[in-house]
Antibody, heavy 114, light 110 residues
Framework: QVQLVESGGGVVQPGRSLRLSCAAS????????MHWVRQAPGKGLEWVAV????????FHADSVKGRFTISRDNSRNTLYLEVNSLRAEDTAVYYC???????WGQGTLVTVSS | QAGLTQPPSVSKGLRQTATLTCTGN????????AAWLQQHQGHPPKLLSY???SRPSGISERLSASRSGNTASLTITGLQPEDEADYYC???????????FGGGTKLTVL
């Protein structure tokens, strides 16, 4: 069955960086676009970024443009999110999701705090 | 980036029918429809309906999705206690090249 497992979250100071990973299995990863979506504590879902199945296009939300970068390694069946210049408002659970949002990981928590 | 509009809360009685709505514009919901997701507290979202209104495998037939113009709807019949959750709609916005979500509707089953 489809499995998505995020990792890389943690507590980080404002202005620092992290790289989040999402390991995929149970489907042909290289055939599917992938998303990152985040959810701040007690808040709704916020789309962060999408990458084409072959990496040919990437789109990011305005709120993270220039600070976050989505990428993928199809040889490793892994999706990434490079998060830089972190702010308090970036504190959230970060989920990876398959193209039609029909599969989601359990999420990884990023806490930005001094 | 403007999101989709959902009512913050809906309350219905056990075994009643709830209809949740999601309003966007011609570039998102009106273009290719909206997906519907359910989220229980402390869990990741779960897809209930694709943008074309079809249900993924394993989703109850008590749920049905539809669209009229720029408004998508999710109807849940025979409400059960386990239907109490947050419900989100989402759609691709072709003019902005972003996925947009609704703010979510908290469904309470009385």
């Amino acid at each position: 069955q489809v499995q998505l497992v995020e990792s890389g979250g943690g507590v980080v100071q404002p202005g620092r960086s992290l790289r989040l990973s999402c390991a995929a299995s149970g489907f042909t990863f290289s055939n599917h676009d992938m998303h990152w979506v985040r959810q701040a504590p007690g808040k709704g879902l916020e789309w962060v970024a999408v990458i084409a199945y072959d990496g040919s296009y990437k789109f990011h939300a305005d709120s993270v443009k220039g600070r976050f970068t989505i990428s993928r390694d199809n040889s490793r069946n892994t999706l990434y999110l490079e998060v830089n210049s972190l702010r308090a408002e970036d504190t959230a659970v970060y989920y990876c999701a398959k193209d039609q949002q029909d599969s989601w990981g359990q999420g990884t928590l990023v806490t930005v705090s001094s | 980036q403007a999101g989709l509009t959902q009512p913050p809360s809906v309350s219905k009685g056990l075994r009643q029918t709830a209809t949740l709505t999601c309003t966007g514009n011609s570039n998102n919901v009106g273009d290719q429809g909206a997906a519907w997701l359910q989220q229980h507290q402390g869990h990741p979202p779960k897809l209930l309906s694709y943008r074309n209104n079809s249900r993924p495998s394993g989703i109850s037939e008590r749920l049905s999705a539809s669209r009229s113009g720029n408004t998508a709807s999710l109807t849940i019949t025979g409400l059960q206690p386990e239907d109490e959750a947050d419900y989100y709609c989402s759609a691709w916005d072709r003019s902005l090249n972003v996925w947009v979500f609704g703010g979510g509707t908290k469904l309470t089953v009385l």
